[in-house]
């Protein structure tokens, strides 16, 4: 069965800190990967995918086949990027669903 | 903010009873799915919907069920409610075949007493 972990619960930062949120997956095929992301009081929302090498608010993340990994980066943390960060998968195939991880919570100090 | 919308927002049953969660799609998002989120747990596939029949299904028992109506809007329904069941639950639409992401709404606070 496909699954993703995030290993870290919680992660604190200093404002301007570099940040990385792990992320590692399971699953034998190609799958499409994401970032997901719930600001307080808000719904989730995605941050981005993998497929589109996008840099959404300065954060990155690079698909690591080899290490079935998608670590989300970004290289100085601001206060308003305080919030629950989730990892999922998707499989490449037809019209199947969202696999989460249980998040991480991201809490940057001033 | 996406054209996702759910109600009730908050909901308050006890144990054994039954509940009906709505939601209602984006425009021209013939797919629907349901996630369920337990406090500090990410969200969990219940089951999906196109074309008002099911199309797949996560690992839930049968108490769980859904429609899908002609103009997609989705109702999630579970019987006999376990405090276990306490969770956010959430929708989200896509169009069939189209971006993969999903378009989530607000989510519906289910407490079970």
């Known amino acids: 069965a496909q ?4 290993p870290e619960k919680l992660l604190s930062v200093f404002k301007g ?24 009081r808000q719904r989730l929302q995605l941050l981005l995918r993998h497929i589109s090498r996008e840099s959404i608010k300065g954060f990155t993340a690079d698909l690591n086949k ?13 206060e308003e990027d305080s919030a629950m960060y989730y990892c ?16 991480t919570r991201l809490s940057v100090i001033a | 903010e996406t054209g996702v919308t759910q109600s009730p927002t908050h909901l308050i049953k006890t144990r054994g009873q039954q509940v009906t969660l709505r939601c209602s799609s984006q425009s021209g998002h013939n797919t629907v799915s349901w996630y369920q989120q337990a406090l500090g747990q990410g969200p969990q596939f219940i089951f999906q919907y196109y074309r008002e029949e ?5 690992n839930f028992p049968p108490r769980f069920s859904g429609l899908q109506f002609p103009n997609y809007s989705s109702e999630l329904n579970v019987n006999a409610l376990e405090l276990d069941d306490s969770a956010l639950y959430l929708c989200a639409s896509r169009a069939h075949g189209g971006e993969a992401r999903g378009f989530f709404g607000p989510g519906t606070r289910l407490t079970v007493l």
């Open chain 1, 88 to 103: 999922a998968l998707r499989l490449n195939s037809g019209n199947t669903p969202l696999v989460f991880g249980k998040g």
């Open chain 2, 54 to 58: 099911e199309n797949g299904r996560g």
């Open chain 1, 17 to 40: 800190a570099p940040v990385e949120l792990k992320c590692n997956y399971s699953y034998s095929g190609s799958p499409e990967l994401f970032w997901y992301v719930q600001y307080s």
């Open chain 1, 66 to 78: 080899g290490e079935t990994s998608f670590h989300l980066k970004k290289p100085f943390a601001q």
């Open chain 1, 3 to 6: 699954r993703v972990t995030q």
